[in-house]
């Protein structure tokens, strides 16, 4: 990551007036509070659970989420006041707890949650961020569709680690005699997206509310710990992603309900972004009938790489030589970069349905689809912004209004 350019501002911009949104408005929370339907409320109850491994994953990550906010010692240890050398120290911890890249950035109101999921107010309480990336594993991931029976688990993989080196990061600035909180997929009171762009860890991307890393691409999930102990902080950075993904159509072409733009970036929340369909996205995912989640976005990303020799010469000419970005994307095609490879598929295909672990009756089995092409008419969608936002304590279904973006 040193060898990345660093910038003064995200590639992605990012206005003064982005609104704080509440726990609410997170659309697996709509789901499972029946605002997309019945049959979408009825799923998310099983999502996690409807794959045995997700179910084993889901247990210990429940253990360790009392411990994430804890309270510090009173008196402060006797740590050094350089602050680089604070970051750096926090920085060579996370990496011994095996996390993959790391970064340091503060707080921007706009990333922390107006309200929790019972619609209590959030204080913004810590400046500083460690941002913290977990690999989801190439080898399983290269195995999958993405949006087979292996999905969630590779999910939750990243989210149990990332949740047992934030939660010990956490504890440990408590030790010291800091406020710290672990936010993890389980219980977070932060956006992660904006913290990993201004913490310099990746890129918003073409997929929407996904950000890519140079090195592993959008194959991560992240945990982030807030505190209050000063550090020196990153820059974002800048690899030429945003021209990268201007002419790469890759994740749209190949996103199975069609939730990612074709079509240029648009102002939605503060943000000049690529505005997925979060709805279609949210539904495929939640109740994808023949996988237990869907991540083939990431599958099929050509920064989605394990990183060899001739593939590190081309992120040099993806990140040096924009006229280059033709070529590689054609080339990741013709390689078959995206395809299966199935020899490396190990885990067993299995769902609980009515109490019992059956085979399921389908899987996803998708390759390439080179031939699909962007649609001759450009799709509607619905954006649902802060207006839309259902009220932070609201306990009854709050059905998506119908507007046109
Ligand atoms: S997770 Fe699946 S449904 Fe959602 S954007 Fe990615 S490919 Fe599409
Ligand atoms: S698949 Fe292509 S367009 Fe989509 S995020 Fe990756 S590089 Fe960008």
């Not at 009173?74 to 970051?87: G, H, V």
């Not at 949740?163 to 219980?187: F, K, M, R, W």
């Not at 991560?220 to 790469?248: G, W």
Request: net charge positive.
């Amino acid at each position: 990551m040193e060898a990345i350019k660093r910038v003064e501002e995200t590639t992605t911009r990012i206005t003064d007036s982005v609104p704080r949104m509440p726990k609410r408005s997170n659309f697996f929370s709509r789901s499972a509070h029946g605002d997309l339907g019945k049959k979408q409320q009825t799923e998310v109850r099983r999502f996690v659970g409807k794959m045995p491994l997700n179910n084993a994953f889901g247990r210990v990550m429940r253990s360790i989420t009392p411990l994430q906010r804890n309270v510090a010692q009173a008196d402060k240890a006797p740590i050094p006041t350089d602050l680089t050398e604070r970051s750096e120290h926090l920085k060579s911890l996370c990496t011994f707890l095996d996390a993959d890249v790391v970064g340091v950035c503060e707080v921007p109101d706009y990333a922390w949650y107006s309200h929790d999921g019972e619609g209590i107010v959030i204080d913004p309480i810590h400046r500083y961020a460690i941002v913290i990336l977990i690999d989801q594993g190439y080898e399983t991931l290269a195995a999958a569709s993405g949006d087979d029976w292996i999905s969630g688990s590779q999910s939750y993989r990243a989210y149990l680690r990332g949740a047992e080196i934030g939660t010990v990061v956490a504890g440990y600035l408590n030790e010291l005699g800091y406020e710290a909180q672990a936010h993890t997929n389980s219980d977070s009171d932060v956006l992660h997206v904006p913290l990993i762009m201004l913490a310099g860890l990746g890129e918003l991307s073409r997929i929407g509310e996904v950000v890519i890393n140079p090195f592993l691409g959008p194959r991560f999930k992240s945990v982030v710990v807030t505190t209050n102990l000063e550090l020196a902080v990153d820059k974002p950075i800048d690899f030429n992603l945003q021209k990268f993904c201007d002419s790469c159509l890759k994740c749209a072409r190949e996103c199975p309900p069609g939730a990612i733009s074709f079509g240029d970036k648009v102002m939605f929340n503060g943000y000049e972004m690529w505005k997925p369909d979060v709805v279609a996205c949210t539904r495929y995912r939640v109740s994808n009938p023949a996988g237990s989640s869907c991540g083939r976005c990431m599958k099929v990303c050509p920064y989605n790489k394990p990183g060899l020799l001739q593939q590190r010469l081309g992120l040099w000419l993806a990140v040096n030589v924009p006229a280059s970005h033709k070529l590689l994307i054609w080339l990741d095609d013709a390689l078959g970069y995206g395809q299966r490879i199935t020899a490396l598929k190990w885990w067993f295909d299995l769902e609980w349905v009515n109490g019992k672990l059956v085979r399921p009756k389908k899987s996803n089995a998708r390759d390439l689809r080179p031939e699909r092409t962007a649609p001759k008419k450009t799709k509607n969608v619905t954006f649902y912004g802060i207006d839309d936002a259902p009220a932070p304590d609201a306990k009854d279904p709050v059905p998506l209004r119908k507007k046109k973006s």
